[in-house]
């Protein structure tokens, strides 16, 4: 069966302080890897896609990192504004839908 | 560009009632997915439409359905509703296989 598991569940940062967000996962054959954001009483907004190991993406202060098993989320120098759940998720054999992980709720203080 | 639009954003039942939630994909979107996101059990996939026609759907009783349409807007209906149908409902269109989804905001389903 297709699962997401993301780690850990919550992540508290001081501004500046570097970590990363892992993301486990086991699909029979990987079409997709996604990272998306969300903010409190907002729908999910998209930051990443991965498709094969070893390939990498960037945006701003974050880094999404794929192997054959694990994606990371790095978060270089947060800000308070980065505060958000930060979600993991995998394509279906067959159309466009996802199975999520539960998330990472970051929160970063100043 | 516009995005998703979800109509209601938020909505009260009672027990028993049924509801029907409303779906706007951004222009030229073609697939439609609903979600259902409680506390507990975070995303979870309702079903995905493409062209009209149902291309997979999650583990869900069949109290919960969905049609699209040929402008690709898309509804949900969830029949007999009961307490645990409490929950934020998401909709996501995307233009084709391998492209990310793009979310709206929601429906807040509360059910009294």
């Known amino acids: 069966e297709d699962q997401v598991t993301q780690s850990p569940e919550a992540l508290r940062l001081q501004e500046g302080e570097s970590s990363s967000l892992n993301c486990s996962y086991t699909?029979?054959?990987?079409?997709?890897l996604f990272w998306y954001r969300q903010d409190p009483g907002k729908g999910p907004e998209f930051l990443f896609t991965?498709?094969?190991a070893g390939e990498e993406k960037e945006k701003e202060r974050l880094k999404a990192t794929l192997t054959k098993k694990e994606s990371f989320l790095h978060i270089t120098a947060p800000k308070p504004e980065d505060s958000a759940t930060y979600l993991c998720?995998?394509?279906?054999?067959?159309?466009?839908?996802?199975?999520f992980g539960k998330g990472t709720t970051l929160s970063v203080s100043s | 560009k516009a995005g998703v639009t979800q109509t209601p954003r938020y909505l009260i039942k009672t027990r028993g009632q049924q509801v029907t939630l409303s779906c706007s994909p951004i222009?030229?979107?073609?697939?439609v997915s609903w979600y259902q996101q409680t506390p507990g059990q975070g995303l979870q996939f309702l079903f995905e439409?493409?062209?009209?026609?149902?291309?997979n759907k999650g583990n869900f009783p069949g109290r919960f359905s969905g049609r699209q349409f040929s402008n690709s807007r898309s509804e949900m209906n969830v029949s007999t509703l009961e307490l645990g149908d409490s929950a934020l409902y998401l909709c996501?269109?995307?233009?084709?296989?391998?492209?990310?989804?793009?979310f709206g905001d929601g429906t807040r389903l509360s059910i009294l």
């Open positions: 996501a269109s995307s233009r084709e296989n391998g492209q990310p989804q793009h």
């Open positions: 222009s030229g979107h073609r697939s």
């Open positions: 699909v029979s054959g990987l079409r997709g």
């Open positions: 991965l498709y094969s």
């Open positions: 439409y493409f062209s009209e026609t149902q291309r």
């Open positions: 998720a995998v394509q279906v054999p067959r159309g466009t839908a996802l199975i």
